[in-house]
Structure formats: structure tokens, C-alpha cells
């Protein structure tokens, strides 16, 4: 029986409109005189850090982690302005898979996979009213690594749960082949989801164990009981 849950955000759970590229095109620009310097930049299932380093590589600064925070700080205080100020939304079938997560007899811990840093996660999904759903989670501050940051998620789940899981004990969903990749690097199934903009027959040739082309297509029931 699935234990724990793992989610990504972007793309997964909400979309943004835009609001976070907007606000690393701003931190280039503030933080390192750089206008346009996010242009060439590849986000979707990238992590913020790994982001922000190939920003500094490609523009011939330091990659050490003052010049990282430096970016990232400027980019959080940007966020939440950004946030306000483009349309974003909770992604299609959403609300009806969490109400029925939480009708389950034995709900499982949900928490989050995210390359966003942490507070950078926080922001979008308290924008939407997701945040408390979470108990636990990985985050791009944690490391620029996807995979390595599954398992830093992983345990922290062992440690709010008390217990060590196996990996088929944890489900990621996740609507990249970069979540399904992560998911695999700690032995735990994915459910991926073509709410994101990568279309099914991408996602299904990375062989997910499940596919749908939204939450509210798959039901919790058989989800969290499947073994």
C-alpha cells in the first residue's frame, strides 16, 4: 500500500502564468546587470539552483554559492510580485484528487519533489491556498540534483513516518520525464501527468506506471491500494 505521496508543482499542481521565469528575468537583470540573461534558459523540470548556476556559467560569473544566493534572493523578493501579477491556476483535477486523498480510510503522507527552492515553493502554492497540504518535502536548496533531492525527500518522509519504506512504498507524480527519472532513482513508482505541457505519448515512452491526462482521471482508491 502506498505510504507516501511525492508531488512536483510546477505543471503537477499549479500553473504559474509565467510568474516565476518573470521574476529570474528580473533577478538577472537587478541582481547581475543582465537584461534578457534568462532568455536561453530551459526550465521545465529543472531545479532553481541548477538554473541559476548555468545562468552565472553562461555569463562568465562565479558559480559559488555567494553569487547563487545573491540571484536566489533577489529572484524570491521578485516572486511574489510576479505571482499577483500574471494568472496562474490550480491545475485540472487537483481539488478533486486531494478530496479524494483525504477520504481515504489510511490517507498517505503527502509532501513535495520540487526544484523549486523551498520558500520559492511555499510562495506558489500558499498563492493558491496548497501549501498546508504538505507535510514534508525536497527542494531545489536542498541540492541542484532531481534525483538526489528524491532522496533526500524520501527520508525525510522515513523520519516524519518513524519508520523506513520501501521504494514502492512512495509514489512520485510528476508531469516531466525528468519526475519519472527521479522517481526511479529511488526505487518508487510515478504517476505522471500531461497537465504540464509535455504531451502523453513523451511521457509514456519513459514508461511511468501510470499516465492520465489529469488527476481528476485517476482514482485515489485504486491509486493508494495498487501494489
Known amino acids: 500500500m502506498v505510504q507516501a505521496i511525492l508531488f512536483d508543482i510546477d505543471g503537477t499542481l499549479i500553473r504559474t502564468g509565467g510568474a516565476g521565469v518573470a521574476a529570474f528575468a528580473r533577478a538577472s537583470a537587478l541582481a547581475f546587470g543582465k537584461p534578457g540573461g534568462t532568455r536561453d534558459l530551459v526550465f521545465h523540470g529543472r531545479t532553481d539552483t541548477g538554473l541559476v548556476r548555468e545562468f552565472l556559467r553562461l555569463h562568465g560569473f562565479s558559480e559559488g554559492a555567494a553569487n547563487v544566493r545573491r540571484f536566489l534572493d533577489t529572484y ?123 504531451p502523453a505519448s513523451e511521457l509514456a515512452s519513459h514508461a511511468p506506471d501510470w499516465l492520465v491526462a489529469d488527476l481528476g482521471g485517476f482514482s485515489p482508491a485504486t491509486f493508494c491500494t495498487r501494489q
Open 76 to 198: 524570491l523578493f521578485l516572486l511574489s510580485d510576479q505571482l499577483d501579477r500574471h494568472h496562474g491556476e490550480i491545475c485540472p483535477g487537483v481539488l478533486e484528487f486531494m478530496a479524494g486523498l483525504e477520504s481515504l480510510p489510511e490517507p498517505p503522507l503527502l509532501g513535495l519533489l520540487t526544484g523549486n527552492v523551498r520558500l520559492g515553493a511555499e510562495l506558489k502554492l500558499r498563492a493558491h491556498g496548497l501549501w498546508e497540504w504538505f507535510e514534508v518535502g525536497g527542494f531545489g536548496d536542498d541540492h541542484e540534483d532531481r534525483d538526489r533531492i528524491a532522496g533526500i525527500a524520501k527520508r525525510r518522509v522515513e523520519r516524519r513516518l518513524g519508520r523506513a519504506l520501501a521504494g514502492r512504498d512512495v509514489v512520485v507524480v510528476g508531469d516531466t520525464p525528468l519526475d519519472v527519472r527521479c522517481a526511479r532513482a529511488i526505487g518508487a513508482r510515478c504517476l505522471a501527468v500531461a497537465t504540464g505541457g509535455v
